[in-house]
C-alpha cells in the first residue's frame, strides 16, 4: 500500500498550528511495534487492529484507512489507551490536544484530500483538505466510519463545477456519526455529499458554503480585445496565450472565513509571512518583521468569536471587504488560483460568447435609468439610493444583479476588485501583458458601492497600496 504524506509548514503567527517537521509518536497495536510514523503505522496495519495518533499537527498527510483498521485521535502525547482520548466538545485531559490530520490546502499544489477512510477514523481534526472531485476533507468507503471528529476548514471544487462534499462524501452504507462539519465549501454538497444510503447522524452541521464556480475565459491569438479602449484605437490588441477561468462572482465572506479557518489566521496584524518566491517584487512597506495583515474584524463583514472568523448574521453572502492585497492573493493561492491580472479582468468583464463588446459597463451598454432597463440593473453603485446618482449605500449580495454576457457578476460595482497588476499609468498591450514588474501600489479594477456610475466603467482603474484596506475593496478568483 503506498501512503503520501508529505510537509508544507504553515507560516502563519503564534496561534497557528504547528506543521514543523517531527515524527509521530504512535501507540503500539497488535503485531507492530515501535512505528514513528502514519505512514509506516498504516502500511504494517491490518485489519483488526487499532493505531492509536498521538496530539500533534500533521501537515499535507493524505491517510488511506484499511478496511477493519481503526485510527484513534485526541490522546495526550504519553497516552497509549484508547480510554484517554479526546472527543470534540468533550473535557478530558487538561495536557491533551485533539489531534489534527492537516491538509495544506491547494496553494498551487495538486489538490490534496486529507484522508480516504475504508475502517474507522475515531477523534481527529480533519482540516484544510482540497479535493477536485468528492470529499474536501474525507472519503469514506462503503466500509468505513468516521465519527467523533471535527471536519473543518475543507474545499472541494473543479473547473466543471462538479466537486462534491466540502467536508466528506460518503460512498455507499459508509458511516459519519457524532462529529462537527463546519467552515467547509464546495460546488455542490457543501458539508456533506454522497452516493448510495450512507448514514450521517448526530453531527453539527454550520457554517458551510458553496465553493467558487470557475467560467471560462477563451483565450489565443484569434481572440484579440483592445486594451484600455472602447474605440479600438491601434496599436493596443491584446491576447492570451493560454484560456484561465474567473470566479463567477466576487469573494464571499463565508468563503474567506473557510480559508481564515483552515489556515489558522490569526486576530492580529502580523497575520502572514510569504516564502521568498511570493515576497518577489512584492512591497513591504506595511510588514512587521516580514509578516503583513490578510484581514481584520469589523463590523461587516467577519467578526473573530471563540478563536473562530465567523460571517456576521446576514453577510454570509456578501463581498468580502476590509481584506488588503496580500490577504485576497493568500485566498486565491489557498484554492489553488491566482489574483487576475488587470487586463485579464478586463478581457473577462468585457468578454462575450463571441468575442468582447465595447459596452461601457460589464453587460451593457445602456444609460442608467429610473426605471428597467438600464443599467442599473447590472450592478451596486452609490452613495445615494436616488436613481440615477446611486441604488446603495452598503455592499449587497453577490449575484443579485444581472451579469455580463458570459455569467459574470458584479464586475462593474459592488466592491472594487484587486488585482495582481502593479498600479503604471502606461498599459502594455499584446500577448499576455503584465505590466509593470515592480511598484508602490497594486492595481483595482471596477465601480463600487461607494463611488458613482462613472467609476463603474470596464475601464476604471486606479490603486492603492498592498497594505491598505477598507469596506470598498474586495476580489475575485482566477484559476489557471
Not at 442599473?376 to 453603485?381: L, M, T
Not at 471596477?446 to 470596464?458: A, P
Request: proline fraction near 3%; charge should be neutral; hydrophobic fraction near 40%.
Amino acid at each position: 500500500m503506498k501512503i503520501k504524506m508529505s510537509l508544507f509548514v504553515l507560516l502563519f503567527g503564534a496561534a497557528a498550528l504547528s506543521a514543523a517537521n517531527r515524527t509521530v509518536n504512535l501507540a503500539s497495536f497488535t503485531g507492530a511495534t515501535n512505528y514513528t510514523t502514519v505512514t509506516d503505522a498504516l502500511a504494517a496495519a491490518v485489519g483488526g487492529d487499532t493505531v492509536f495518533v498521538a496530539a500533534g499537527a500533521y501537515a499535507e498527510a493524505e491517510l488511506t484507512i484499511p478496511a477493519g483498521v481503526i485510527v484513534i485521535g485526541g490522546l495526550p502525547a504519553a497516552a497509549l489507551v484508547s480510554s484517554e482520548r479526546i472527543y470534540p466538545g468533550k473535557a478530558g485531559i487538561t495536557t491533551a490536544q485533539q489531534t489534527t490530520l492537516n491538509g495544506g490546502g491547494g496553494f498551487g499544489a495538486t489538490p490534496h484530500r486529507v484522508a480516504t477512510v475504508s475502517g474507522t477514523l475515531d477523534g481527529c481534526v480533519v482540516l484544510n483538505g482540497f479535493s477536485a472531485t468528492q470529499g474536501g476533507g474525507v472519503l469514506i468507503n462503503t466500509t468505513g466510519t468516521v465519527q467523533n471528529c471535527f471536519i473543518r476548514g475543507n474545499q472541494c471544487h473543479n473547473k466543471t463545477n462538479t466537486g462534491k462534499g466540502g467536508g466528506a462524501y460518503l460512498l455507499g452504507s459508509a458511516r459519519l456519526l457524532n462529529s462537527v462539519i463546519d467552515f467547509n465549501m464546495a460546488q455542490q454538497g457543501f458539508a456533506i455529499a454522497g452516493a448510495g444510503a450512507g448514514t450521517a447522524v448526530n453531527n453539527t452541521i454550520t457554517h458551510n458554503c458553496n465553493a467558487p464556480t470557475w467560467v471560462k475565459i477563451t483565450a489565443g491569438a484569434s481572440n484579440t480585445f483592445p486594451y484600455g479602449n472602447l474605440t479600438n484605437t491601434a496599436g493596443t490588441t491584446t491576447w492570451f496565450a493560454n484560456d484561465y477561468y474567473m470566479a463567477q462572482t466576487l469573494t464571499t465572506v463565508a468563503q474567506y472565513a473557510v480559508f481564515a479557518n483552515a489556515t489558522a489566521v490569526p486576530n492580529t496584524t502580523t497575520q502572514k509571512i510569504f516564502t521568498t518566491t511570493e515576497t518577489v517584487g512584492y512591497n513591504w512597506d506595511a510588514a512587521v518583521n516580514g509578516y503583513v495583515q490578510l484581514c481584520a474584524a469589523e463590523s461587516w463583514a467577519l467578526q473573530y468569536l471563540n478563536n473562530l472568523w465567523v460571517a456576521n448574521t446576514g453577510m454570509e453572502n456578501r463581498p468580502m471587504e476590509n481584506v488588503t492585497w496580500y490577504g485576497s492573493l493568500a485566498y486565491c493561492q489557498w484554492i489553488g488560483g491566482n489574483l487576475p491580472t488587470e487586463a485579464e479582468w478586463e478581457y473577462a468583464a468585457r468578454r462575450t460568447a463571441t468575442g468582447y463588446s465595447n459596452n461601457t459597463y460589464a453587460g451593457t451598454n445602456l444609460a442608467v435609468t429610473t426605471t428597467s432597463p438600464g443599467a442599473q440593473d447590472y450592478f451596486w453603485f452609490g452613495n445615494s439610493v436616488t436613481l440615477p446618482d446611486g441604488n446603495t449605500t452598503s455592499t449587497k449580495a453577490v449575484a443579485t444583479k444581472l451579469p455580463n454576457d458570459i455569467g459574470l457578476y458584479d464586475m462593474s460595482g459592488n466592491v472594487m476588485e484587486w488585482s495582481a497588476s502593479w498600479y503604471n499609468t502606461i498599459l502594455t498591450y499584446g500577448a499576455d501583458p503584465i505590466g509593470s514588474t515592480t511598484g508602490t501600489s497594486r492595481v483595482w479594477r471596477g465601480g463600487c458601492w461607494s463611488t458613482g456610475k462613472s467609476s463603474s466603467t470596464v475601464l476604471t482603474r486606479s490603486s492603492y497600496a498592498p497594505y491598505q484596506k477598507g469596506s470598498n475593496f474586495g476580489f475575485r478568483s482566477k484559476a489557471q
